[in-house]
Structures are given as C-alpha cells and as structure tokens.
C-alpha cells in the first residue's frame, strides 16, 4: 500500500458537478491498494496517518514546525482511491499498473482504511472508489509525505 499524505487547509472531491467529499484543516491521503495489501496492511497504514506528527505545535507554533498529530491539530481526512500511486514505469512509455490490486480487492481495502481510521475518532470523508475524480487542494507548507506499506509495517 502507498498512501500519498499532504497536509491541507482545504480539500475538495468532486464526480461530474457533485461535491462527494470535502474537509477543512488535515490530511489528502492519496490510496494505491497494492496486490497483497490485506485489511492489516489498511489498519496499520491508517494508524501510522493517524499517529504522523505534521502539524505545527500548538503551544510553540513557530518553534517546531511539524510536532502536532491530526487529532490534536482538529483535523480530517479525505480520503481518495488512487490505483495509479502503484504505476511501474521502469519500462517503456507506457505505465504498468500490474502492481495494484483488482478493483474487488483494493475496495475492501480501502473501506477498512477508512473505517480504522474512523474508528480513532478521525473525520473521514472519501471520494467514490473507481469513479473519474477531480480532486482540489489548498496543500499546506507545503508538507508531502509517501508512506510505503508491506504488510503490517512500512517501508
């Protein structure tokens, strides 16, 4: 699993002219559901956007830039389904997208992605799994962060 994490002050997913999903201040998580990836691979890739310490602190704002975690910093997360985090272009011009899991696995996937993090008391707002997205964002800092999941731990 790879998620893509940007810390936002604002983000919106929208299919055709609906808003699906929108959130103030947190993370755009970007989704690629890996061949292999299982719900324990989800659950430990939603703890570690949970726990990741990218907000500023609250006490010392201008002191430590990135010392704050989501739950204390107030925020959400949108979450977006993205199987092309996982494209092999090693080869060719032409991506691959063999390392992504079938659209029936990666759902399921994805879905207790959401739900852990849910579960820890976050916001969690989504796009629609499988649909043609546009995705706007206000990044904040900016802060970009991959996080690479094999299993249950990260790589």
Do not use: C
């Not at 299982?38 to 430990?44: F, I, K, P, Q, S």
């Not at 995705?135 to 800092?141: A, K, M, R, S, T």
């Not at 970009?144 to 249950?152: C, M």
């Amino acid at each position: 699993m790879r998620v893509v994490l940007q810390r936002v002050s604002s983000a919106e997913v929208r299919v055709g002219a609906d808003v699906v999903g929108s959130i103030g201040r947190g993370y755009l998580a970007l989704v690629g559901v890996a061949t292999g990836d299982t719900d324990a691979t989800a659950r430990a890739a939603a703890a570690k956007v949970a726990a990741i310490r990218l907000f500023p602190s609250i006490d010392e704002p201008d002191r430590r830039p990135i010392d704050t975690d989501l739950t204390a910093a107030g925020g959400a997360v949108l979450a977006v389904s993205q199987f092309t985090l996982l494209a092999d272009t090693r080869h060719g011009r032409r991506p691959s997208f063999s390392d992504a899991a079938p659209p029936a696995i990666a759902s399921g996937v994805f879905d207790t992605f959401v739900a852990t993090l849910g579960q820890k008391g976050i916001a969690v707002h989504t796009g629609e799994f499988g649909a043609h997205m546009q995705v706007e964002l206000v990044n904040d800092g900016p802060v970009t962060i991959v996080l690479d999941f094999e299993g249950e731990r990260v790589t």
